[in-house]
Every structure is written in structure tokens, then in C-alpha cells.
């Protein structure tokens, strides 16, 4: 029997043509996430800040105590809806919206369920060019294209599929599969039992997310400099030649200052009549040239099917 083709990656929308939403929705998750960093409980190396996809779009998950509660992107219906634990429930619509407008409606929605909207009030973006604007005076961002949204989530939601099965390749420490607000992509990280000892003149949130060795992997929907949705991988710290790895067609080692990230377009995966496997043959590949380089024992992490029982046989099928 032939092997069943996967239909992951059958929508894309390109980057020039949904960069307005895309630059009011980064900034929409933003505040939110900024809500998140504050009132969730500290996790090693920043986990407990992204967002998690759902069926419709990305969750906070629960945090808070006082009351315990949730934000959650709609998509699909494109919708923000605040709830707690108590039942008390808020949402408004997505559409139409600057960020401005947005930050009120979040800050009205939170006061509504019992929730201190506090830590958002004078939040500003982090790492974008209006950084030292606040969310509540941006008029600018107001552009929301509910089409362009849905098909950017399923894009977003077929990159957590193949990275969870990524993950289930490796027995060793793996963040979860997250949706990272202040980048605006998706990734999951493989670590090794090394420290990395950074000099004290490196900031802290560096220091905590690379405090070990790692090799991490992502999907995101392009930036100025890679104007086309994209899978990516970079080891940290960066092994001597590692650029020098061979990586599949159509994919390339982009120089970032002093370091390199493979790169692997969208469409290019799409081209290949099964972009599943030609992400998940892109990802190991960017794994065996970071990890064979930076000395990992590979034969001890790997794993079949987010198996590490011995005794277990591996599915049909499995690599």
C-alpha cells in the first residue's frame, strides 16, 4: 500500500499580502502576553510566558489566583474572550480594532470579570520599532483581515503538528511545542545536560533561556529581512562550521550577525508533494548539524514515537 500523504500546509497566505494584520495582530498579542509574563508562575527558561494553540486559535492558559482565569484568541469567529474559574465571561470582536482600541477593550473586559488589569496599562511593545509607545496611545496598527487570520492560525496550528511529532524524536529535556508573543512564531527546543557559563555583561532573559545547551526549532510568517513564511532551526551556542552542514533543497544557512539559522520556505515544503516530511527531514537535519557538532550524543536521545520503552515496538511506519 502507498504511504498516506499528509494535507498539512494546504492554505498559506503570503507575507507581503497580510503584513498590515499581521503587524496590529502581533501587537494585539502582545498586550496579552504582557498580561501573561506578569501573573503567570515562573517556569525555567521563560516557559511559562508563550501562549498555547487551541482549536480556534492560542490560549494563555490559566493563571491568576485572585481570580484564575484565561485570555484566548478566537480565530476562526475572531473574537478575544476572558474568562475565570468562577464563570464570569467577557469577549469582544477582533475586527476593526487598533491596537488602542484593543487595549481598552481588553482592560474593560478584564475589570468586568473581577480581573486587575494593572499590569497592562502602560505596557509597551517589546522588540518592535514603536517600542516606546504605548499599546493604549497606538492608533496606527489598525488593520485586521478576518480571512487572512484564519489562514495564518491553520497555518500556525499544521507547525504545531509537525514539531509535536518532532518531538516525540527526542527522549531528552524538549520545551513544549509554543507560540511565542514577542517573536510572533512557533518553536520547540531540544536541550543537552550542558551549561552554558554566560558572561555577567549578558541580559537576564538571555541567561535564562539559553542557560543550557540547545537546538531549537520553529515555524514563522516572515519578517523585512525573509519576506515569506518559513521553518527555521539554530543551535546556541553556535558549534564551530556549523554553516557548513548540508541541509535539503531549498534550504539555507542565513548568517544573523554572528551566528546562522537554517532556513526552510514554506513554499518550498509545499513544492515537495509531502511538506510534513520535508519538514520533519529539515528539522533532523538542522539537528544532526547542530548536535554532531556541539558533541551530543544522539544515539542516547533518540527516541521512536515519543517512546523510551524498549520494549515497545515502533508503529508502521515509523522513522
Known sequence: MAAEVSDLFGDSVAYRDWEP?????????QVVGKLRLALSARRNHWWNVPFHLTASGITTRPMGTHPTFTVDFDYIDH??????????????????????????????????VGVDPAPILDATPFD??????????????????????????????DANLVL?????????????????????????????????DHTPAVDGVTREAYSREVISFGF????????????????SPEPDRLAQAPLPVGAAWLERGSSHL????????????DPRVAVLDFFEAAYRAGAERAGWDIDRYACVDGATDPLRAPTAGAK
Do not use: N
Not at 23 to 29: G, N, Q
Not at 169 to 185: A, E, I, L, M, N
Not at 262 to 273: H, M
Open 21 to 29: 494584520t499581521k503587524e496590529t495582530l502581533h501587537r494585539f498579542v
Open 164 to 196: 509535536e511529532e518532532f518531538c516525540g524524536r527526542f527522549s531528552g529535556k524538549t520545551s513544549p511545542v509554543h507560540h511565542f508573543w514577542h517573536t510572533f512564531d512557533i518553536a520547540a527546543t531540544r536541550f543537552s545536560d550542558v551549561a552554558v
Open 128 to 157: 518592535l520599532p514603536d517600542r516606546a509607545r504605548r499599546f493604549a496611545d497606538d492608533h496606527e496598527h489598525a488593520a485586521y483581515d478576518p480571512a487572512a487570520a484564519t489562514t495564518a492560525f491553520r497555518m500556525l496550528s
Open 262 to 273: 537554517a532556513v526552510y520556505p514554506l513554499a518550498v515544503a509545499q513544492a515537495s508533494g
Open 79 to 112: 473574537r478575544l474572550h476572558v474568562g475565570t474559574t468562577g464563570g464570569a465571561r467577557s469577549s469582544f470582536s477582533l475586527v476593526g480594532r487598533s491596537v488602542a482600541d484593543f487595549h481598552a477593550a481588553l482592560v474593560q473586559s478584564l475589570s468586568d
Open 220 to 235: 514563522w510568517f516572515g519578517d523585512q529581512s525573509v519576506p515569506e513564511p518559513a521553518f527555521y532551526s539554530y543551535t
